[in-house]
């Protein structure tokens, strides 16, 4: 089973026998049988043939319709049960097993965090980006042996102190530093890249879990609300250092932002301009079509691993007796 993820702009989506077929002007694209096919993802204006949506409906493909930066308009998915009884064993897991799969996601933040400033330290070691990457190990190792959620956010936290310094020393281009993270709101262009990848990083799982058919709300770390989907915020950790974070680094010292060009300040803060989310957006679309390897010793495009890891925590869900096993990079 794969995903069709459509990121490229102007496609029309039309039905042949079983194949969808994707093309942008005359020229094809791919072609893919549709009983082969797990969901569709729509990025921006592309559109889809009726007869496309009712053989999608028939073979229970969901579909979904984005923005260009990962925003969930609406999803087109069949009627079909099991969804309120996944739900229901969502709400039915022990304070051990959300405690558990907590321990998980945070060890795998702190582990991914590691190995990110490791390949940067082969580029160019600097002492202060050892010293991170030893303390970073530290916490990992610690995090599996939390007694309580205080103590693995208070873990999660004190390797953010020591990370994103370290991640700030391995900027090599003068215009852009970094010596803490600044959010609500970004404080220098660095913090208005991150917040923006992970914003439109988090839409994109949020939009996955809902056709997984997995409450985003129920989530096992962040506290959860009505307005606030805590999962999808939960599997962001693992996703932040080896996508968004190294995107930065690509698109800072790559130079391929620009301080007096692509970036505004209001409202206190900075913020990605519209010529800056652009560039952003062109390169994270490339970075996740990039292929890589998938766990069937398969390549796949590097959003299949956040399908991936969905249908992990959804496997969690069904036996918590199998612990949950987060996103690693190596």
Known sequence: MRSLFISQPGCQLSLDQEMAVVKQGDMVLQRVQIPLLEQILVFGTSQLSTQLIRACLRQEVPIAYLSRMGYCYGRVVPIQQGYRQLVRRQQQLQAEELLGAARQIVRAKLR????????????????????????LE??????LGAGSLSQVMGLEGAGAASYFPALGGCISNPDFSLTDRSRR?????VNAVLSFGYQVLWNCLLTLLEIQGIDPYYGCLHQGSERHPALASDLLEEFRPGIVDSLMLQL???RVLKVGEDFEYR??????GEGGR???????????????ASSEDDREPRWHLLTQQIKAYKQFVYDPTLAYRPHLIR
Request: charged share 20%.
């Open 252 to 254: 800072v010292n790559g």
């Open 138 to 143: 530290y916490l990992a190792e610690q995090a």
């Open 278 to 292: 652009k560039k952003y957006l062109q390169a994270f679309v490339q970075r996740m079509e990039e292929s890589v």
């Open 185 to 189: 709101p970004p404080g220098n262009p």
């Open 112 to 135: 991914n965090s590691r190995v990110l400033l490791m390949r940067q330290q082969r580029r160019k070691p600097l002492e202060a980006v050892a010293a991170a990457i030893q303390v």
């Open 267 to 272: 409202q206190g803060g900075c913020f990605l």
